[in-house]
């Protein structure tokens, strides 16, 4: 890595447009006064030569302006997700909704 491009790791999170993904970059820190640790996520809209699918661990590095909102491209593939993996966060994001009607 010499150059001083951004690099950023994040998780795909829909792969239905042509070459491009959406990937949700999650991060945390301390709070400076409090002490609380708060997370954030963003997502970002991904130039995909590779190919990647939904549960995709990517790392994304910055380039030039591929269009209005894309201006990351996917460098490299570092977990493929397994198909178990994306049943079971689908699953859990069905059975939400029918945990909190039953309370």
């Known amino acids: 890595m010499t150059n001083k491009r951004r690099r950023l790791t994040g998780v795909v999170t829909s792969a239905k447009m042509q070459k491009t993904v959406t990937v949700r970059v999650d991060r945390s820190h301390r709070h400076p006064v409090y002490g609380k640790v708060l997370r954030k996520k963003k997502k970002y809209l991904v130039h995909d030569e590779i190919g990647c699918q939904p549960g995709d661990k990517v790392m994304m590095v910055e380039s030039r302006p591929l269009s209005k909102r894309k201006r990351w ?15 079971a966060e689908t699953q859990e994001i069905v059975d939400l909704p029918a945990l909190e009607a039953e309370e």
């Open 73 to 87: 491209v996917i460098e490299q593939v570092l977990h493929k997700a397994s198909e178990v993996d994306v049943e």
